[in-house]
């Protein structure tokens, strides 16, 4: 296939305050806008973690957006780590 798009995951481990803000779920809509499976958590540091995968394109404007989140976040920082996808996820979702 000529032209495919180039598929990815990426890690990415947000901090600041980015708890109690709604950064899950506008992360949620943002992933499924831009088509991506993986999921979405608060970890118990009080940082936020995902794992996304589709379009390198996609999985870039993601993580531009985690820098600034929605409304009412401070982000302080983005790790990523990036890596090959692995297709094990159907949709985009939030973990408790």
């Known amino acids: 296939m000529i032209n495919a798009p180039q598929h990815a995951r990426v890690r990415l481990l947000i901090?600041?305050?980015v708890q109690?803000?709604?950064f899950r779920y506008a992360t949620?809509?943002?992933a499924r806008l831009l088509r991506l499976t993986g999921w979405v958590r608060n970890c118990r540091?009080?940082?936020?973690?995902?794992?996304?995968?589709?379009?390198r394109e996609h999985l870039e404007r993601l993580a531009i957006w985690c820098h600034d989140g929605p409304r009412?976040?401070?982000?302080?920082?983005?790790g990523a780590e990036w890596s090959d996808a692995t297709g094990e996820f159907?949709?985009?979702t939030i973990r408790h």
């Open 15 to 17: 901090s600041g305050r």
């Open 28 to 30: 949620l809509d943002e």
């Open 72 to 78: 009412g976040a401070l982000v302080g920082h983005v």
């Open 20 to 22: 109690g803000v709604g």
């Open 90 to 92: 159907a949709d985009f």
């Open 45 to 55: 540091d009080g940082s936020v973690e995902l794992v996304a995968e589709g379009s």
